[in-house]
T-cell receptor
């Protein structure tokens, strides 16, 4: 079974631009969570989607948003990029009744 | 969700030795998960231990959980160079929002 895939793997943007990251969960997984990892703040939870609905949200500004499609694929959008948004963005998927989260390889975003 | 705090921050051992890292957390949990991350890459799930379990094994990994002390430990036996990575614990309270600490950076010298 294929693992969690994320595209693109690397991205370079400039301040003020917006970016969309994509995550395809493991087949059969309906919950997708997003995390941001930076050297200073570590791994922080952004949000979780289940059945196309945001079920849980971390403490990030409204510039960070997401959505989930009927096939469980998820996208994350960051608008008006700031230098501090440079990070590794990880998504994870979970079976509906399980607790283990399986992570993708991440998208490394660099904001110049 | 809450943050797990790993200790030590860094650990360097020789191949074949055992490595032990600890995790402390603050409030009641449903389960605690351990993950490994190789430099700058995605996290790999290692093991999940539920709040009603005290010890769990998976291959060379042994995890213990002491809910009275709000702590967990991960033991890697007979370490290999390929075990070099950062290790994170993630206490989970049922909201699926894992929050990680800064991790333990393990270096296994060949």
């Amino acid at each position: 079974k294929a693992g969690v895939t994320q595209t693109p793997r690397y991205l370079i943007k400039t301040r003020g631009q917006q970016v969309t990251l994509s995550c395809s969960p493991i087949s059969g997984h309906r919950s997708v969570s997003w995390y941001q990892q930076t050297p200073g703040q570590g791994l922080q939870f952004l949000f979780e989607y289940f059945s196309e609905t945001q079920r849980n949200k971390g403490n990030f500004p409204g510039r960070f948003s997401g959505r989930q499609f009927s096939n469980s694929r998820s996208e994350m959008n960051v608008s008006t990029l700031e230098l501090g948004d440079s990070a590794l963005y990880l998504c994870a998927s979970t079976l509906p009744s399980a607790d283990t989260q399986y992570f993708g390889p991440g998208t490394r975003l660099t904001v110049l | 969700s809450q943050q797990g705090e790993e200790d030590p921050q860094a650990l360097s051992i020789q191949e074949g030795e055992n490595a032990t890292m600890n995790c402390s957390y603050k409030t009641s949990i449903n389960n605690l998960q351990w993950y490994r991350q190789n430099s700058g890459r995605g996290l790999v799930h290692l093991i999940l231990i539920r709040s009603n379990e005290r010890e769990k094994h998976s291959g060379r990994l042994r995890v213990t959980l002491d809910t009275s002390k709000k702590s967990s430990s991960l033991l890697i036996t007979a370490s290999r160079a390929a075990d070099t990575a950062s290790y994170f614990c993630a206490p989970e309270t049922g909201r699926r929002a894992l929050t990680f600490g800064s991790g333990t950076r393990l270096q296994v010298q060949p």
